[in-house]
């Protein structure tokens, strides 16, 4: 389709195990953008690209958290060595770019820690 | 850096009432505002946005909201509700100096038949 493509829409591992969650934003966004929303909460910024720039990491929680772009399109945010309070919605979004341009969401990823 | 309150958290209104959802924000620069809604088991859909011009912007859905500088607000409002409105809205700030979006909490309207 042609909106921002989230997989896998739901992923339930042990914890300690590393997990790698795929965005595949709209064809020609140079924006791409990492959230993670906790159930009643709005969503939290974890990290953005322009391009495969990562402009801004200062929402990631701690260094098990990493993401990359490395061809400007598909973008993986990885979490190393999970615990059970990295379960949440993880949700990406991407844009036009630049802050009047509406970003446009995925359906997330729900992450599941046991 | 920018910010979003939404003081209410839910909003209960019966069909075909008027409803209103408020968000203030703060800022010390221009802002971006808009307003997402979020149906149960999906991603964000964009309701409206105000970028500059006027204060009164309409949305998608019978839904419109208006930028107060002077009260930091931009709250939502629909003359009349359907049962199909029942969602989790969020408000959100960005502005002209980056990329970054601010969301608030939410609010959850459910519309009572």
């Known amino acids: 389709g042609a909106g921002v493509s989230q997989s896998p829409r739901y992923k339930v591992t042990k914890r300690g195990q590393d997990v790698a969650l795929r965005c595949d934003p709209i064809?020609?966004?140079?924006?791409l953008y990492w959230y993670r929303q906790a159930l009643g909460q709005g969503p939290e910024f974890l990290t953005y690209?322009?391009?495969?720039?990562?402009?801004?990491k200062s929402g990631l929680p701690n260094d098990r958290f990493s993401a990359e772009r490395p061809e400007g399109s598909i973008s993986t945010l990885t979490i190393q060595r999970t615990e059970q309070r990295d379960s949440a919605m993880y949700r990406c979004?991407?844009?036009?770019?630049?802050?009047?341009?509406?970003?446009?969401f995925g359906d997330g990823t729900r992450l599941s820690i046991l | 850096a920018q910010s979003v309150t939404q003081l209410d958290s839910q909003v209960p209104v019966f069909e075909e009432a008027p409803v209103e959802l408020r968000c203030n924000y703060s800022?010390?620069?221009?802002?971006?505002l808009f307003w997402y809604v979020q149906y149960p088991n999906q991603g964000l859909q964009l309701l409206l946005k105000?970028?500059?011009?006027?204060?009164l912007v309409k949305g998608i859905n019978g839904f419109e909201a208006e930028f107060n500088k002077s009260q930091t607000s931009f709250h939502l409002r629909k003359p009349s509700v359907h049962i199909s409105d029942t969602a989790e809205y969020f408000c959100?700030?960005?502005?002209?100096?980056?990329?970054?979006?601010?969301f608030g909490t939410g609010t959850s309207l459910t519309v009572i038949p």
């Open positions: 979004a991407s844009s036009l770019g630049g802050g009047n341009q509406p970003q446009h």
């Open positions: 064809s020609g966004h140079v924006s």
């Open positions: 690209f322009n391009y495969e720039a990562q402009q801004d």
């Open positions: 800022s010390s620069v221009s802002v971006y």
């Open positions: 105000y970028l500059s011009g006027s204060t």
């Open positions: 959100a700030v960005s502005s002209n100096t980056g990329n970054q979006f601010y």
